[in-house]
């Protein structure tokens, strides 16, 4: 029993020694392969913990929440687009089919022309006038036209008994002062417009010839010292005619007179029969402006 004992003791004591190199070199196998990685965690602590990588973080992060809040102020400046309903969709599909119809029927296109249609009259409106003759109307009433020259008279004789019988036509004068008129006119200066060789002063105004009937002037040879007016008014052949017609007026009985007794009552003049021998032709130009 005692040997079996000790037998026992020293397996047990040869089992513990085994174990106790068992697990020495465990440990030495164990810190072989812990120490590399102890020393990675230690330079991983040092990476993390330095500068650089702080700084790194902190723009990383400074980034994703920029990122962030640009999306976040899309979102909400952008108004969410909402699905158009279908009932709308047909509806717009409905009126698209209905506006080339109304547009065909409210329009119609309309006919070219060829040519320039001739303007017709309607019964109970004025016939419409082209536009050159409605030009040629305003042009002849701006400038009027001069009278056509007849028994024998110039265009300078027209015009001046064109205006000897306006003014008696202006002052309501009968036709047979008009005719008289014109007669002692022609009488007197032939229709010319005369200034007088003993008056100079005359000369400075508008004339058509020059006379010596003392100081007689104009178409009617009227003498400014006689008071039918002054040398540049009896010039004015408008200013002659009215004279002459005012004193005509004043002659009762002048139109039961003959020309030349008519004409004489007014002129007093020298050859009193003179006179007579214009009144066909004073007649026919008379006709010619009235």
Known sequence: MHHREQADRGQDTGAQ?????????????????????????????????????????????????????????????????????????????????????????ARAPEPTPTSTPTPTAVPGTPAAEPTTARTTVARASRTPARPTP??????????????????????????????????????????????????????DQPNQGVGYDHDSV???????????????????????????YSALLEIAGWQEMGVTAAAQSVQISAFPDAYAQHEQRATTVVGALV
């Not at 812990?34 to 991983?44: D, G, H, M, N, S």
């Not at 104009?218 to 009215?242: H, I, K, N, T």
């Open 17 to 105: 020694a085994d174990r106790s190199a068992d697990t020495s070199s465990t440990e030495k196998v164990t810190g072989r392969h812990r120490a590399p990685e102890r020393r990675r965690l230690a330079r991983t602590r040092a990476l993390l913990s330095g500068t650089p990588f702080r700084i790194g973080s902190v723009a990383t992060v400074v980034c994703c929440l920029g990122a962030v809040a640009f999306v976040e102020s899309r979102a909400a400046t952008t108004a969410p687009i909402e699905p158009t309903p279908a009932s709308l969709l047909a509806e717009r599909a409905a009126e698209a089919e209905r506006q080339p119809a109304s547009r065909a029927t």
């Open 150 to 203: 007849v028994a024998g008279l110039t265009q300078a004789q027209m015009d001046n008994a064109h205006t000897i019988v306006q003014v008696g036509v202006r002052m309501e004068i009968p036709r047979r002062g008009l005719v008289v008129a014109i007669a002692t006119a022609m009488q007197e200066s032939n229709l010319y417009n005369l200034a007088s060789g003993v008056l100079p002063e005359s000369l």
């Open 218 to 244: 104009g178409l009617f040879q009227q003498r400014p010292s006689s008071g039918w007016g002054s040398v540049a008014d009896l010039m004015r052949p408008a200013y002659a005619a009215e004279q002459f």
